[in-house]
Nanobody, 123 residues
């Protein structure tokens, strides 16, 4: 399984970015896909997750109402739309995947990880 992220960058506070994750190597309708972020020197933080098969999803409280996770089956891609960005959203964002049906907030439960994409929000 390989996960490739794209879409990071530099944006001003209040702006928007959309991250994309293109998985390959398996049939991802059997997976839960997540976005997890990490600031250097800090622990990884769960952001959002979605069950590919039926769209069941969960968000961290810190991003609820601002971020939207979604799946595009035609493009075999998972997106994280990030609106009203804040400086505290600055981090490396990782796409992650786990085989199964449990939509989990626990980042240790994800088996596969992308290389990460940097998101920087300036104040």
């Amino acid at each position: 399984v390989e996960l490739v992220e794209s879409g990071g960058g530099l944006v001003q506070a209040g702006g928007s970015l959309r991250l994309a994750c293109a998985p390959s190597g398996d049939t991802f309708s059997n997976y839960v896909m997540g976005w997890i972020r990490q600031v250097p020197g800090k622990e990884r933080e769960f952001v959002a997750a979605i069950r590919w098969r039926d769209g069941s999803l969960v968000y961290a409280d810190s991003v609820k109402g601002r971020f939207t996770i979604s799946v595009d089956n035609a493009k075999n891609t998972v997106y994280l739309q990030m609106n009203t960005l804040k400086p505290e959203d600055t981090a490396v964002y990782y796409c992650a995947a786990r085989f199964g049906t449990v939509v989990t907030r626990v980042e240790k439960n994800y088996n596969y990880w992308g290389q990460g994409t940097q998101v920087t929000v300036s104040s």
